[in-house]
């Protein structure tokens, strides 16, 4: 079993849509939570970053975390096509290791 | 400021040839990490360094080693490339060992 789980997508949403991308873990020692978007043959842009539980929220972007269920949320407002990327969930311990989902495949059709 | 950078942006090598990859982290940043991703996944940790001081190591074979330079700028080695290590590798900054991480655009390697 892997340590984060993602589901790969592909996703296809209309343009304007709300996305609801998500991640499972099973290390209770994970305790900063970030998400990462990567388009093609590009390095991973950061987009949220969140410590311990709760929500954050930037622009149209909200993360989410249950530390609790071991369960990660992204949510994206009003998509736009621009948003069609590759989404990454990472998280790590006391350490500078981050543990990446498999990423989520967005597409935003206009 | 610039971000990131990393050199060379595309590399194709014969099978058994040795690479070397370069990053420059943010101005600032004194720790830099290495990941592998491979096509369709998520990237895999391959090392950290702070101050130049290996802190932290991914379950990959010897072939693979790093090092980090006085100005924080780092090389990633491979030895004896296999078809398998054909992926793009990433370079990290932080300011330290558990802050934020910056990705740069990374190297893709492709072996023959």
């Known amino acids: 079993q892997k340590e984060v789980e993602q589901d790969p997508g592909p996703l296809s949403v209309p343009e304007g849509a709300i996305v609801s991308l998500n991640c499972t873990y099973s290390n209770s020692a994970f305790q900063y939570f970030m998400w990462y978007r990567q388009y093609s043959r590009k390095g991973p842009e950061l987009l949220m970053y969140?410590?311990?539980?709760g929500n954050k929220e930037d622009g149209r972007f909200t993360a989410q975390v249950d530390k609790s269920s071991k369960y990660i949320s992204l949510f994206i407002r009003d998509s736009q096509p621009s948003d069609s990327a590759t989404y990454l969930c990472a998280m790590s311990g006391n350490t500078g290791k981050l543990i990446f989902g498999q990423g989520t495949t967005l597409q935003v059709k206009p | 400021d610039a971000g990131v950078t990393q050199s060379p942006t595309h590399l194709i090598k014969t099978r058994g040839q040795h690479v070397t990859l370069r990053c420059s982290p943010i101005?600032?940043?004194?720790?830099v990490s290495w990941y592998q991703q491979v096509l369709g996944q998520g990237p895999q940790f391959i090392f950290q360094?702070?101050?130049?001081?290996?802190?932290g190591r991914g379950n990959f074979p010897d072939r693979f080693s790093a090092r980090q330079f006085p100005n924080y700028s780092s090389e990633l080695n491979v030895n004896a490339l296999l078809l398998g290590d054909s992926a793009l590798y990433l370079c990290?900054?932080?300011?330290?060992?558990?802050?934020?991480?910056?990705f740069g655009p990374g190297t893709r390697l492709t072996v023959l």
């Open positions: 360094y702070y101050e130049k001081e290996e802190r």
């Open positions: 969140t410590y311990s539980s």
């Open positions: 101005s600032g940043h004194k720790s």
């Open positions: 990290a900054s932080s300011l330290a060992v558990r802050d934020t991480q910056y």
